[in-house]
Structure formats: C-alpha cells, structure tokens
C-alpha cells in the first residue's frame, strides 16, 4: 500500500474515533442532567436475598454535570428499616464508572454502560453479600419526571435473580 495512503487512513481513523468519543460524551450530559433534582418515592427492599420485603420511603438529591452523577438519599420504613444510600458516577461516553454506599457492607465499586434511558451496572460488594461480591444494579429515567432505582442478586441456593431493592421515585 502506499504509504501516504496510509499514512491518511491511519489519521482519518484517529480522527474518527476521537471524534466519536466526544460525540458520545456529550450525549450523556442532557440525560444526566435529566436525572437532576429532588426526589421522592416508595419501594421495597430485602436485606438478604431469603429476608422478608421491607416497604420503604425515599428521598433522594441528584446532582449532575456534563459527566457525573451523584445521588444521595436515605429510605426509611417505620423503626425497622433506616439506610443512607448514595452513588456517585462518572460517565466517559456511555460507560459509567464509581462507587455505591447502602448495602452495609461498606462502599461497593460500580461499572456498566447507558442504554436508551437505562443505566446498567454491575456492583462489586466491599464484601461476601449473598455468597458472593457481584450483583446487579440499574438506574432508570421512567418519563419526564420519573427515576427507578433497581438492585438484583442471585440466590446462592438456586442461582435465580431476587430484585433485592426497587425504588420508584418522581421529581418533587
């Protein structure tokens, strides 16, 4: 090949790739910034994967820039149930990357990608939750004024997905 042939190639490509990345980081900032705000909402939580559902009520503070989210709140059920939970996540195009307090275990590290209106992120326990350190976590904008917050794990004892928590919450 020629090599001023290839010499172009080789910088059209570089070119392309790191102008498709910037295209995909600033993609995120409108839906980040969708995610901003006060919020409130009920869910249930599940302490373990085999402990009776807990009815909750929420309240969250979301704050975002052009490539982060950070989302901080407590849910609270009657005496038996009070946790603060928070999140924090930095975007480089669709794939998100940060840490996650609330399971009590101390604070757990958060990996995962958006897509369409959903975050999904792998969790990686500080410590044994479950049987293992992995479960599952998204984070979804339900609508215009709507957020679903979701924890999935698997039951060591048969190996099916249990929804350990789900928060719905709406912008106050």
């Known amino acids: 090949m020629n090599p001023y042939i290839a010499q172009s190639l080789s910088i059209a490509i570089a070119s392309l790739a790191l102008f498709s990345g910037s295209i995909a980081h600033a993609d995120e900032a409108p839906f980040l910034k969708s995610l901003a ?41 009657l005496a038996i149930f009070s946790r603060v939970i928070s999140a924090d996540l930095k975007a480089t195009g669709n794939r998100y990357s940060g840490s996650y307090v609330g399971a009590g275990t101390g604070t757990a590290g958060l990996g995962g990608q958006r897509a369409g209106d959903t975050i999904n992120l792998g969790i990686t326990w ?28 698997t039951d060591p004892k048969t190996g099916k997905a249990v929804v350990t928590s789900r928060i719905d919450l709406r912008r106050s």
């Open 37 to 77: 705000g006060s919020w409130n909402g009920k869910g249930t939580v599940k302490v373990r994967v085999n402990a009776p559902t807990i009815n909750v009520t929420c309240r969250f503070t979301s704050d975002t820039t052009a490539a982060s989210l950070s989302l901080d709140g407590k849910c609270t059920s």
């Open 126 to 153: 500080a410590k044994e939750v479950n049987g293992d350190r992995k479960a599952q976590m998204t984070i979804e904008k339900v609508g215009a004024s709507g957020m679903r917050l979701t924890t999935v794990d």
